[in-house]
């Protein structure tokens, strides 16, 4: 879930609006907290341990989709089709697994352990 919407939630389930968050966020006036909410602008470090401690969250919880969408470690096509899975309901997300699954080559296999002579 991207941090703007995971931060719309935690704010409606605690009834506050921006300008009650930003009251206690350093150096974010409702403004800032406002394109936040709207994935307009990201929060810096300060303001995310600020957030996490104002929601009783951890910091981290707010960081794991961006942390995932930033991982270096995966193409742009693995970043547009993540995405893309996320946004379908079960049953097509099903299909999809289906489809891969009957394209992609099997998994290398372990390598069997020999049994001592």
Do not use: C, Y
């Amino acid at each position: 879930m991207p941090l703007a919407t995971t931060l719309r939630l935690l704010a409606k389930a605690r009834g506050l609006t921006a300008a009650d968050i930003a009251t206690a966020i350093p150096r974010a006036g409702a403004a800032t907290v406002s394109a936040w909410l709207q994935g307009e602008k990201l929060p810096g470090r300060e303001q995310l341990d600020a957030l996490a401690r104002t929601f009783g969250v951890p910091a981290g919880a707010l960081l794991s989709e961006l942390a995932s969408t930033l991982d270096p470690s995966r193409t742009r096509g693995e970043h547009q089709l993540l995405a893309a899975f996320r946004a379908m309901n079960a049953r097509q997300q099903a299909a999809v697994l289906e489809v891969v699954s009957s394209i992609a080559p099997a998994p290398p296999r372990a390598p069997r352990k020999r049994r001592p002579t």
